[in-house]
């Protein structure tokens, strides 16, 4: 056997604390069918995965973490080049949301476009490891496009589900490596019950966010990456968005591990969990102190990676959320839509419906006294925009024929559109 390092030992009850071997393949906890977190020896995990250590390792991109994450064995890694993304400094946009020191983790340079390449690149890889064949998951559209990507690179047969009004994109995405697609009408609750369903009936591993154990701990990479480019600390705050929330859950399990083994101290930013008003389940739990989250019904919004009525690790949110003295925050969508518009016009890029909901929080954050002007402000750039409809009121462009043209008349419209 090929070794990676993993100190992976067993699987825990994120509820019921109940503890289950790591080495056969399952879903939810069954005593609660509730999540279950994978569990590591962190005294032996801190002996090798060193500050030091790190900066020696050839080994790349998500994996660069072996002792905390699950596979055992190097050669049922499935790796398309997830992970080591930017965090960049957006001056522009942040001087002009008065939040001078405002970041950007630009998980649109995943290889499928987005941070779902981290989770599946995890869970693909360990089920493989376990004796799966086969895999079935239900997507808002990014998550299914990286499954059977994935999937592919595994030679594992996927079927995805998705809403039938998912982006073309990705439908596309998913039939071009591959993958069998089921479209549903409903969301992606819906396509979520038929997955679990099927699953067992076609010899398939369903891997629906934090239905199993390990596409939470490739998203927790996204933390330990956060920790080494701040130079070994934590910025004041993370604004996350989030439908299912395995990122937020599985940043604030990174923390937690890397104080473990000593590479930080007990600080922690406040995490913000930022959601649609048209679907805002975890913010109405928030403002009533709820554990819980009741379903969302009627969820609606064009941020489609968000219109999640209900998350079975909602808890688990909740939970990051109050811990870390951070809060929930809804917008609307005409926020969503400008702030698509005016981040890539102050130089952040061409960003995701989900990624502008979070930017867009920002200033509401800024008013509500909770960012201040000195804050270093980290949101998550989730995913890339051109795989959505693109927002509303972009200005249809001229046609200009080579044969036949008057470059004045030409110059006269761009200087009248600049007034």
Known sequence: MNRTGSTL????????????????????????????LARYD?????????????????????WHWAELLPVRDQDHIVHLGEGDTPLLAQRRLGDALG????????????????FKARGMSAAVSRAVELGASAFTAPSAGNAGGA?????????????????????????????????????????ISDCGKISVELAPRIGAFDVSTLKEPYRVEGKKTMGFELVE?????????????????????GMWKAFAELEAIGLIGPERPQMVSVQAKGCAPIVRAF????????????ADTRASGIRVPSAVGDFLILDALRESGGTAVAVDEGSIGEMQTFAGRMGVGYVS????????????????????????????????????????????????????????????????SEG
């Open 287 to 298: 403002e009533r102190g709820e554990r819980f989250a009741e379903p969302w019904e009627g």
């Open 353 to 416: 419906p989900e990624s502008a909901a979070a930017l867009a929080a920002v200033p509401e954050l800024r008013d509500r006294g909770e960012v201040g002007p000195g804050d270093e402000v980290v949101v998550f750039d989730c995913g890339i925009g051109q795989k959505y409809p693109p927002p509303s009121g972009l200005s249809e462009p001229p046609v200009v024929d080579p044969s036949d043209y008057d470059v004045d008349e030409i110059a006269e419209r761009i200087m009248a």
């Open 229 to 249: 480019q701040f130079g070994w600390r934590l910025p004041d705050v993370i604004v996350y968005p989030t439908g299912g929330g395995t990122g937020l859950v």
């Open 99 to 114: 939040v001078p020191h405002l970041f950007t983790k630009a998980e649109g340079l995943n290889p499928t476009g987005s």
């Open 147 to 187: 499954l059977a990507a994935y999937g592919a690179a595994a030679g594992a047969e996927v079927t995805v589900l998705m809403p039938v009004d998912v982006s073309p994109a990705n439908r596309d995405e998913v039939l071009a490596t591959g993958g069998r697609l089921i479209l549903v009408e409903g969301l």
């Open 9 to 36: 030992t067993h699987l825990e009850g994120a509820l019921s604390g109940e503890t289950y071997s790591a080495d056969e393949l399952m879903n939810l906890d069954p005593a609660d069918n509730r999540p279950l």
């Open 42 to 62: 962190l005294d032996r995990a801190a002996r090798t995965l060193t500050a030091e250590s790190l900066e020696k390792r050839r080994t790349g991109g998500l």
